[in-house]
């Protein structure tokens, strides 16, 4: 599955909708869209970093850092998801 903001959405809204209120693996999102095999969904973090950025950018989710958000420019390191209150 491409990685690109409308499939990232459809994830991240099914990974949420599965388990409300919960923050999600970045990594468990690569592995839904490219697949189970560690090579292809280690390739596919990188691109979809920068759609998570986009989102993040628009208000539609969180980049979280030991359970407390931060800006796209303040990432570094693990990092894990929240659905923004207004996003999907």
Known sequence: MPINAE??????????????????????VARKLAGADTKAWGRAM??????????????????????????PEELRGVYRLRIATLGL
Not at 46 to 71: D, S, Y
């Open 7 to 28: 499939n990232v959405r459809a994830v991240l809204g099914e990974i949420a909708s599965a388990r409300p209120g919960a923050s999600i693996d970045p990594g468990e």
């Open 46 to 71: 990188k691109p979809l970093r920068a759609v998570l950025v986009g989102l993040a950018k628009n208000g539609e989710i969180e980049f979280l850092r030991k359970g407390k958000p931060v800006t």
